[in-house]
C-alpha cells in the first residue's frame, strides 16, 4: 500500500504491502519495483472496472513524490448497461461493435439523436457519442433509470444473435431484449489516459522505481483507441521486464529504507481503527455524485470549482471516519476505507488538471471553451503533492515527430 524511499530519497527500497489474509504489514525490500495496478476511473457513479480498482498505484506515486500528467483525460465508454441502482452489472460494457454494426441509440421518445451532434451519428468517436447521450440525460429525456436505449431491432434478427451472442445473453440476464427489444445504457467511466510521469523505458523519477499500463501517463494523448490498453500493458510490460533485468544486474542495490516513511504509511492505514465506526459508503456515493455531475463527461468552472471545494470536505471526512475497533484479518470493509482514500486523493487530481485546461481536446470537454486552444502551444497538465496539499502546472509538448497540422504521409 505504498512505495517506501531509500534514506537517501532517491532511490526505492522496497513496498509495503498488507497480507489481506492476516491483516498484517510486510515490507519488501527490493533492487527494483514495477508500478502497474491499472489505474481504472471507479470514482464514478458508472464505471466499467472492477472494483479491486481504486487508482492506488497513482496514489501511491503521489504519496511518494512523483508527479501525475493528463490527470483530467478520462474516457467514458459511451454504452454502460443501465439495470437499476441494485445490481454490480450496472455500468459494465455492452460492446462498441453493436453500434458499429449498425446499432441505434434513442431518446425517451424514440427518437435518433447522435446525428444531431456528428455526421458519423453512432459511429463517432467514443467522446462525441458519450457527450451527446450525456447531454440527452441532463435534459431528463430518458428511460425509467435516467439512461438512453440502445436497439438493434431493426437489423437481421438472426445475425444480431448469432454475432453478438454474449451480449444477448447479457441483457437477457437483467431482463433486456438486445434481439428485438430496448437496453438502456449510459456512459460508463472506463479508462485513464493519465498517469505517472516515467521514461519510454518505465523509469520514473524515483531511481529503481518503474511503471507500466493504466498506471501510466501519456501513452494514449487525450484519447484512447479501443484495443489499445491491453496493447500499452502488453508493450510496456514488456519493456519494464527487461530494463528492470539490466538494472538489477548492473545498477540496483537494496538500499535501506526510510523508516519514518513506512511508520507514518503504517499509521495512516491504521487510522480507521481507531475511530468510531462512521459511513464510507455514505462519501463514497457523495464522491461518484460528484464526479459523475460535475467532473465527468461535461465539465465548466463553476462545476469544477463546486466540485473542488467538495472532494476537499470528502478528503478530511475520510480521515475522521473510522471502520471501529475490527479485527485486520480479511477485513473488506479496510480494505474499501483504504480504497475510497486513494479514490478521493485522485479525484482531486483529475477535478485540479481539469480546471488547469481551459479548452476542450479529446476526453476533455469544457462547455464554456468547446474547441482546442491553438495546438502549436499545446501543453500537458500536471499535478503533484506539495507540503500535503496539491499543485498543479503545465508542460510543453515536445513535438519531436510531427507538429500539428503537418503529416509523416506524403
Ligand atoms: C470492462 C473492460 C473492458 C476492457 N476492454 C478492453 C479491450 O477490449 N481492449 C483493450 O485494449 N483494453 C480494454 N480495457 C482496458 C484494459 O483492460 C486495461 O487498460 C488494462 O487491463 C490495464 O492493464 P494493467 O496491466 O495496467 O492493469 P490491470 O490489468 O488492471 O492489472 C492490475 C492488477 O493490479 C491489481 N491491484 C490494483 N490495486 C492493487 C493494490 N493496491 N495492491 C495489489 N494489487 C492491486 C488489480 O487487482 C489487477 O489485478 C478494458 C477495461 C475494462 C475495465
Redesign the pocket.
Known amino acids: 500500500?505504498a512505495l517506501i524511499p531509500a534514506q537517501d530519497g532517491e532511490r526505492i527500497s522496497g513496498a509495503l504491502?498488507i497480507d489481506m489474509r492476516s491483516g498484517q504489514f510486510r515490507f519488501v525490500q527490493a533492487k527494483a519495483v514495477l508500478l502497474?495496478?491499472?489505474?481504472?476511473p471507479t470514482m464514478y457513479r458508472y464505471h466499467?472496472?472492477?472494483g479491486?480498482?481504486?487508482c492506488?498505484?497513482m496514489a501511491m506515486g503521489l504519496r511518494a513524490g512523483l508527479t501525475l500528467r493528463d490527470m483530467e483525460m478520462v474516457q467514458f465508454h459511451p454504452t454502460g448497461l443501465l439495470a437499476g441502482s441494485g445490481t454490480r452489472i450496472t455500468g459494465?460494457?455492452i460492446e462498441e461493435g453493436l453500434r458499429g454494426a449498425g446499432g441505434h441509440l434513442l431518446d425517451a421518445d424514440g427518437r435518433r439523436f447522435v446525428h444531431e451532434y456528428d455526421d458519423r451519428g453512432e459511429r463517432a468517436t467514443r467522446d462525441v457519442v458519450s457527450r451527446a447521450m450525456f447531454e440527452q440525460m441532463r435534459r431528463g429525456n430518458t428511460g425509467p433509470n435516467g439512461g438512453v436505449f440502445l436497439t438493434m431491432r431493426h437489423l437481421d434478427a438472426e445475425v444480431v444473435r448469432r454475432q453478438f451472442k454474449g451480449m444477448v445473453e447479457r441483457c437477457l440476464d437483467v431482463g433486456f431484449d438486445l434481439v428485438s427489444g430496448l437496453v438502456e445504457v449510459t456512459p460508463t467511466a472506463?479508462?485513464m489516459m493519465g498517469g505517472l510521469e516515467f521514461e519510454p523505458d518505465c523509469q520514473t523519477t524515483l531511481r529503481g522505481l518503474f511503471a507500466?499500463?493504466?498506471?501510466t501517463g501519456g501513452v494514449h494523448g487525450a484519447n484512447r483507441l479501443?484495443?489499445?490498453?491491453?496493447?500499452?500493458?502488453t508493450v510496456f510490460?514488456g519493456i519494464a521486464g527487461q530494463r528492470i533485468a539490466g538494472w538489477v544486474k548492473h545498477e540496483g542495490a537494496l538500499a535501506p529504507p526510510d523508516t519514518a516513511a513506512i511508520d507514518s504509511a503504517v499509521a495512516r492505514c491504521l487510522s480507521p481503527f481507531a475511530r468510531p465506526a462512521g459511513d464510507p459508503a455514505g462519501i463514497r456515493e457523495r464522491l461518484y455524485s460528484i464526479m459523475w455531475d460535475d467532473v465527468g463527461i461535461m465539465r465548466n468552472r463553476s462545476g469544477l470549482e463546486k466540485a473542488r471545494a467538495a472532494l476537499e470536505e470528502l478528503a478530511v471526512e475520510i480521515e475522521h471516519t473510522g471502520i471501529g475497533p475490527a479485527t485486520r484479518e480479511f477485513n473488506l470493509g479496510w480494505h474499501d476505507w483504504l480504497n475510497l482514500d486513494s479514490q478521493i486523493l485522485i479525484s482531486r487530481a483529475i477535478t485540479l488538471a481539469a480546471l488547469n485546461r481551459g479548452d476542450s481536446r479529446g476526453a476533455h470537454f469544457r462547455e464554456e471553451h468547446p474547441h482546442s486552444g491553438p495546438l502549436d502551444h499545446s501543453a500537458y497538465t500536471r499535478v503533484h503533492l506539495q507540503d500535503g496539499r496539491l499543485a498543479a502546472s503545465t508542460k510543453a509538448v515536445a513535438f519531436t515527430r510531427v507538429r500539428p497540422g503537418a503529416s509523416l504521409l506524403n
Open positions: 500500500m504491502i502497474a495496478t491499472g489505474g481504472g466499467t472496472p472492477s479491486d480498482k481504486a492506488d498505484g459494465t460494457i472506463h479508462y507500466a499500463g493504466e498506471d479501443g484495443g489499445n490498453g491491453v496493447a500499452n500493458s510490460g
